[in-house]
């Protein structure tokens, strides 16, 4: 299963920043802001990501990574969220949704859509 990767999505999010005006740098700044992230906003990123799962799947992800300190974590960063998406999907708990659906049916979309735009919209 295919789903945005962090690098990935951050040019997302880059492309569309610079479409609306916003400077790289500034973009960059935005960016970088969404983390830490609470599970909650874990479940939202993984959505723009192309994946579906809910807020027990991180909570499982924090127990297994964990044990008996998950309950002292309350924000994950971002090898922490590429891990959790990873441990998701090898668990078979999460599911692609139509994000996911479009990368994988064209995985060559991401490419052209956003990296080579966003490379251009860089300065």
Known sequence: M?????????????TALRRLGISAAD????????FPQCPPTVVVEAAGRGLTIVIDDVLAYIRHKL????????ALGPPAVEDCFAWCVAEGRAKSNEVGLLVNQHPGMVEEQFVLPARALEN
């Open 27 to 34: 973009a960059r700044t935005i960016i970088q802001a969404r």
């Open 67 to 74: 044990g008996d300190e998950a309950d002292t974590v309350f």
């Open 2 to 14: 295919k789903y945005l990767k962090g690098d990935e999505y951050d040019l997302v999010l880059l």
